[in-house]
């Protein structure tokens, strides 16, 4: 993006700069860079190990540097005491492979929750306020289900709307297709969309799943071996020369390929 314009440069909502993390002598990152504009999509991916979620540990504050620093919202993250730490996971949306419902509560217990806990909103208030969340990802029918009752996709929607219910600046999501079948994969894409439509947020979301990650990502990022190795839009992704993004896409076409003779044949 070129900014000989004059217009000021985006915002940045995560800003993570030579960040360095071992376990023992297990150096799983080493020296992250990465910049996600406010109200963009960034697509994380990378083999198994390479380092996708301890890099979103530190956004969250789980996990503290050794060396390097994370930004959240221009603000250095190792140094917010438990209070600012509080906050700043206030102003995040946390979509997991888990679901994490409730399942002694109704959805609409579920998705209540945050409000009850973390605001002072009266009982009027937060039925309008779940209302106005469940209609957004299409669940105003099924206030009263639980979740044992719900279809996997219908689980992750609620799942989102609890994340979304406080109207995160950022939204983190690791792997929330999981083990999905191709239509509730299709399902917590549109989730993902409306993330970024209806609440403008930052979101960062790590997927194996390259063609999701395409259509959704406005910048992609690959992980290798403890760094960002490539990133950029789409295009620019798609054509890059770095070796470890040659490879990483190249097995999965082979991958997809072989599925689709499977299902050919079987
Ligand atoms: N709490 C921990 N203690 C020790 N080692 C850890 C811990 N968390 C992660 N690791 C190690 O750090 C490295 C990176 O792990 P990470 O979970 O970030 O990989 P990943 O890219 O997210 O993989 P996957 O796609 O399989 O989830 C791995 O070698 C992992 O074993």
New binding site residues.
Partial sequence: MSNTGGSAPAKLAIEVKGLHKS?GD?E?LRGVDLEVPEGTTCVLM?V????????MKHIMGLLKPDRGSVRVNGEEVARMDEAALNQMRRQQGILFQANALFDSLNVYDNVAFPLRERTRMSEGEIRQTVDKTLAMVGLSHATTRFPGELSGGMQKRVGFARAAILQPKILLYD?PTAGLDPLTTASVNEIIFTGKQQLGATSLV?T?DVATAFGMADHLAL?HEGRVVEYGPPDSFRESQHPAVKAFLHNWLRRRSQKGRAAATG
């Fill in positions: 376990f297990n799983a990378g198994s190990g390479s380092g996708k979620s301890v890099l792997d790590i194996p992980m």
